[in-house]
Each structure stands twice: as C-alpha cells, then as structure tokens.
C-alpha cells in the first residue's frame, strides 16, 4: 500500500532535541483546513491509498476528526496519525472518523525522556493517550529515534512497552536520523548499528515485535555479513535508488546491492564511512529481502493450508493460521517471514471463522505463537465455533511455568504440536540458534503432559540433527511416554530458506536412521508419524512398517501450489494420486534419482 505524509502543521508542543520538523509558529494560509485537505487531495490523485498526517503535532489541532474524515471522503483506504499522544485524551472521536492506526513517538522508557522532549510531564501524558488510542481501536505503533540521548536505554523500551500494555503495541520502530538542529545527538551509523543489535535482543527475549522505520538506519552490511538482524530491514528488489543515499565501492559486491540505497549522504559527510561487511549469502539476502508491501505479504502468509493423517479422525484437512510471525529461537530452515509484524486482530479472527465454516481443523502457529498475549482468546474463539481439533504449534518455551498452558486448556486447546529439534541442548540449541531454550522447552513439555492435551512431538531432521534422531525417540519415550513423535524433513520450500547441501541432507543418507528411529519407536511404544504431510518424505521412501500412510485419500488438485514435482518415476507409482511428490527445492539440490515407484 503506497503511503503519503501530509502535514497538518509544524508547530509542536514538545521540543525534541533531534527534531528537524518543528517550527515556532506556521503559516497561517498553509494550514487552514481548506489547504491541508488540498495537500490530501493531491496525494490520492498522485496514487497514495494511505493517508498518514503528520505535523509538528497534529492533535494540537481542534479539527483534526474533521481533517481525518475529510481524508477518507477523498479516496485514502486508511488514514493513520503520527503523534507524541500527548494531548489525545479520548480516541472515540478520531476513530469515528476512520482512524486506523497511530504512530506514537517515544524514545524512552521512563520519565527521563522528558529532558529529551524538552516536556516535564510529556512521558506520563503519552502513556495516557497511548491508553485512548487502544481504547478506541486504534492500532498503535510506537516509533522511537536512535541519538546519544536515547541509545543507551533504548533496549529498556521493548520490555516497559510490554509490562505496561502487553501486546496491545503492534510494533516497536526505530529510525536514526541524519539531520538534527543539535548536531551532538547524531550517532555515527556504527553507534547507531550497536544501539539497534541491543535494542533487538531485548525485543526478542520480552516478545515485543521490532522493526526499522520505513527508509531508515544503517544499511545491514554494518550487522555483519550474516546479522542477526536482517528481519528488522524491508528491501524490495530494484528499489535501491535514493538521492540523499551513496553507494561505495565496498557495496558493489554485496547480495542486496540491487535493493539497498546504499550510505545515508548526511550521515556519511558527518562522520565518513561505517564498517562495512558486505552481505555475502543467500540466505541474508532472502531474509533481509520484502516482495511486496508489508500489508500483501502478512495477508498472503497469514492463513495456510494442509493436510495430514490423524489415527483418530483420519484424513485431515487444517488451516495453519500465524497470530505472530515474530519468533524466539532463529533455527536457520524456518521458512516463516519473521521480520513481519503481526496481522491485525479482525484479520486472525476472520481467518478463523473461515477455517471454521469450512471444517478445517484450526492450528495456531507462528512465529511462536505463545508470544501474541491474545492466543487464549483465540483458542476460545475457535472452540466456540469448531468441533475440530483446535491445535497449538509451539517451541514450548513460554509455557515451562504451567500459567499459559492452564489458560490454554481452559480455553478450549485439543493439542500441542511442540518442535524439539535434538536429543541434546547441544544440538537443539544450536539449531535453533536460541541457547538455553532446550532446557525450557522441555519444562514447557513437561506442563503439557501433564494435562489432557494430545502432545505431538516434532522432530526436523535436517543434516546438523540427523544423528540424534533415535536418542529423540528414547528421550520421548523416557520423558514423554503419552506423546507422539512427529518427523519432518527440511524443506527449501520458500526463497527463505537456504538450498544448501550443508542443511539438507539427501534422502539416501536420511533413511538408515530413520529406519533405526523407527524400530526404537516401535521397541518402546512410540507413536511415530509425519511422513504423510508437506513436510515429510515421498510415500515410496517411507519404512515399510509404516505403510498405513499409504490409506491417504487423493490430494486435490493444486493443493500444493506447485511447490512440488512429479518427476518420471512418479508416473508409474501406485501412490502418485495421494503423495505429493518431491519439492523443487529438494530436487535443485540432489535430483529426483533415489526416488523408487511402488506397484
């Protein structure tokens, strides 16, 4: 969705020591109503679909519900606010008025800030707005500027932002800026880097989503050539060109050159260049990369589909619906878009009204799901409308204290689909690039054992794991006797994840373990499935002993969306009807010769 600021007016009642926008008095033709709706006029003709009003401070103005209403007679698709809310004391108004979201500008995490906005009193004041703006229904994001005044205590914020309003906040953006009337607040772009690396490393451990501000902060090359990072950045390929942007030569052999804008020129005549590690693999290319607008991507991944065979109630159908895509581990075959924000509430709740008319079972996933404070409404939601099984995908990390997995349960929860991908906090943690999360998940585990929910167990073989797969089993066994185990085969299934022959083993070297794990479950009594789904094996390499897989009824057509193949011998199999094949990515890599048609 294309965005256009319009500026309502450059007075502010608070003086922030970075602002550039701020001015003493205005104009008084340039912002009478007429002229500000004449400004939102001319940015729908030019192809704007949202509005966002800006100023100075535009709720310094009485006819601000008149100017956002104004906005949506013109054409604007959404109209949002960007404010310090202070003097917003009741929303109602401006949400009436078509209101949708507010971008609230607050750099700190306590009353300090006030030295910073020049306003005693201005931190309390927007916290109370903040308050009126959810409220009213307002979707708020806050926004929160990288300068010496601020970056040391900037990774307070994500965690004060969650104890004071949950999960209310949508996202938490950080912008560093260039320009400033105090040339002391700048930070050169490797000050600003280790400000925002530390400032997401608190976001990650609290839940609290994070991103950089649309066209700001250092280019990723002075994260490293793999940051950790890279879903903080937006890049859209081929929209690199910017005037007030360089590019150096230590760019030319970077993977984002095409879609990076290169140095800030302000920042760069300041303070000369960063350290500069150009982005050297795919895989940080594919992560730091954006299709389409954020908005088209959360609502082409929000919802998707699958099937899988269930002993109890046979062939299923599910919508695996994402309530978050932000997650607290970072295992490197995920191909979820973590760097997203959160879809909004309406949007989850319409997808699982429509999962639920159409009978398809409702898993909640992520990201990690437990990370959205909204999931036991959810769940209870699903429940009331669903006689489907209503699943959680988890890591299970958030539920070692056994309180969110009481509510869970209360709230309607069937079963857990819980990723444990080691024998080992060795392997695990490793894997998902989390340390000490091993240990939590299987605390969480432990809590759901303990309840009447089914837990499914789930294992992603890929090559770093592929050795401790029969001590998972035994650990499942000893720890976890009632649950099931669920093995998955890593999947270059989106441009997301690497094609590499370093995480993708071949099926060949796969199956001889497989097929101990699969004696060690049947010795001890494991339930061991999975092979039937997505993100299991083709049905001709699955051990014999487990042929009622091969009962799946036909796969519709186009199901997969063409993100498998049948390669020559799939044409002669009995089970080509209801396998779906062998994944392109797979095939790129190794080929399709260790595949054997079943008669």
Known sequence: MRSEQVQTHLRCNQNCTYCTARRPSDDLGWVRAAAVEGRIAG?????????????GEPALRGDLAALIGA???????????????????DASALAAAGLERALVNLAGSGPWIDAVTRDPGGFEATMRGIDALLAA?????????VVRSTASRLPELPAMLRDRFGGAIRTLLLVVPVRSPDPRELLDLDAAGSAIRATEARARR???????????????????????????YAMTPGAAARPDHEHLEACEPCAVRDRCPGVPSDALSRFGPPRMTPVATDRARRRLSLISTVEEQIARELVQP???????????????????????????????????????DAAVEAAIRHASERGRVITFSGGEPTLNPDLPRYVRLARSLSARPIVLETNATRLADGTLVADLVEAGLDEAF??????????????????????????GLDQLHATSVRVDINFVICQANLHELPAWVALLAERWPRAHATVSFVAPSTDVVPRERSLVPR??????????AV??????????????????????????SLDRFFALSEIPSGFDAGEFVKSGPCSACSLASRCYGIRRGYVELHGDGELRPLA
């Open 71 to 89: 906005a949506k007679r013109a054409g604007a698709e959404r109209v949002s606010l960007e404010t310090n809310a202070t003097r917003i004391l």
């Open 137 to 145: 229904g307002v979707t708020v994001d806050v926004q929160a500027a």
């Open 418 to 443: 819980v990723s444990l991908h080691g024998a080992t906090a060795e392997v695990s943690d490793a894997i998902t690039r989390a340390p000490g999360t091993f240990a939590q998940t299987a605390l």
């Open 306 to 344: 699958n099937r899988r065979r269930d002993p109890t109630h046979g062939d299923l159908e599910e919508d695996i619906i994402r309530v978050i895509f932000q997650c607290n581990q970072a295992c490197h075959f995920c191909f979820v878009s973590t760097h997203l924000p959160a879809a909004p």
């Open 206 to 232: 609290t839940g609290m989503p994070l991103k950089l501000a649309p066209g700001s902060g250092p280019p990723p090359c002075v994260h490293g050539d793999e940051p950790r990072v890279a879903h903080l």
């Open 507 to 516: 099926y060949t070297d796969v199956l001889p373990v497989l097929a101990e």
């Open 519 to 544: 004696a060690q479950a049947a010795a001890r009594g494991v339930e061991l499935g999975g092979f039937e789904s997505m993100c299991g094996v083709p049905l001709c390499l699955v051990p014999s």
């Open 43 to 55: 940015a729908i003709a030019a192809g704007a679909r949202e509005i966002i009003l800006t100023g």
